[in-house]
C-alpha cells in the first residue's frame, strides 16, 4: 500500500496512526496538495490529501474510509468496535475531531488572505467551532481513561490527532490548560510510538 499525505495534515497524521497501530507496512508518499506540480488530484479528484493506494491501484479517501478500511484489513488490534451504538459513537467522535481540524484548517488558510471584515468573521465563527468542539471532547471524556472508556479506539486516534493540530498551528490555544483531562488523555496518547513518530512539522 501507498499513501500519499503530509507531515502537517492532521488527516494523513490519523492514517498513519492507525497503519502503525495495526503494524501494517506501507510506502509514505510526500506530495502537498497545495504544491504546482501536485500528483494528488489524479488519484483523487478533490485534490485533498491523504489518499491510500492499494495494491490493485484503488485509490481510497477521505481519511475516514482510509481508516475504516485499514481496521478491517487485519483482524488485531481493532479500532473500531463491532456492536453498533459503539461503532457509531467512536465515528462520532472521529466526525467531531475531523470537524475540530476542519474548523482549524479554515481559519487557517483565512489567515493567510489579505485581512478583511469578512474574513475576520470567518476565522472567528471557526475558533468559536473548535472552543466549543473542545468543550464538548472534555465533557464527553470526563475521567475516562479513553475516549470510549478502558481501551484505546479510533476515537483517541482520532482526538489525540486534533489536539496534536491545535498545538502544531495554534500554539496560542491553550487547551491543556483549559481542559487537563484532554491534556492527560494527549500526553498518554504520546507514549505510543504511533503518536511520537508522526507529530507534525513543516
Ligand atoms: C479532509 C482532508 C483535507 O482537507 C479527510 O481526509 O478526512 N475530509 C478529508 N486535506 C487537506 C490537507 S490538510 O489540511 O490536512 C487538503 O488536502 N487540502 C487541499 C485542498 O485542496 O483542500
Not at 106 to 118: D, F, H
Not at 159 to 181: C, E, K, M
Request: aromatic share 8%.
Amino acid at each position: 500500500m501507498k499513501l500519499i499525505g503530509s507531515h502537517t495534515s492532521p488527516y494523513a497524521r490519523k492514517v498513519r496512526i492507525v497503519l502503525a497501530e495495526k503494524k501494517i507496512e506501507y510506502d509514505f508518499v510526500v506530495d502537498s496538495p497545495w504544491a504546482n506540480d501536485s500528483k494528488v488530484p489524479d488519484y483523487n479528484p478533490l485534490g485533498k490529501i491523504p489518499v491510500l493506494m492499494l495494491d490493485d491501484d484503488t485509490a481510497l479517501f477521505d481519511s475516514r474510509v482510509i481508516v475504516e478500511y485499514i481496521d478491517n484489513v487485519t483482524p488485531n488490534n481493532k479500532l473500531f468496535p463491532a456492536p453498533n451504538r459503539e461503532r457509531i459513537e467512536v465515528k462520532r467522535w472521529e466526525a467531531l475531531a475531523d470537524g475540530l481540524c476542519d474548523a482549524a484548517v479554515a481559519a487557517l488558510l483565512e489567515g493567510k488572505r489579505p485581512v478583511t471584515p469578512e474574513g475576520n468573521d470567518w476565522i472567528s465563527r471557526q475558533h468559536d467551532k473548535i472552543s466549543r468542539s473542545l468543550e464538548f471532547m472534555a465533557e464527553e471524556l470526563g475521567d475516562k481513561s479513553f475516549c470510549m472508556g478502558t481501551h484505546i479506539s479510533m476515537a483517541d486516534i482520532a482526538v489525540g490527532t486534533a489536539l496534536g493540530y491545535l498545538s502544531f498551528r495554534f500554539p496560542d490555544i491553550a487547551w491543556q490548560a483549559a481542559h487537563a483531562n484532554l491534556a492527560k488523555l494527549y500526553d498518554k496518547l504520546m507514549q505510543r510510538p504511533a503518536f511520537a513518530d508522526t507529530v507534525p512539522h513543516d
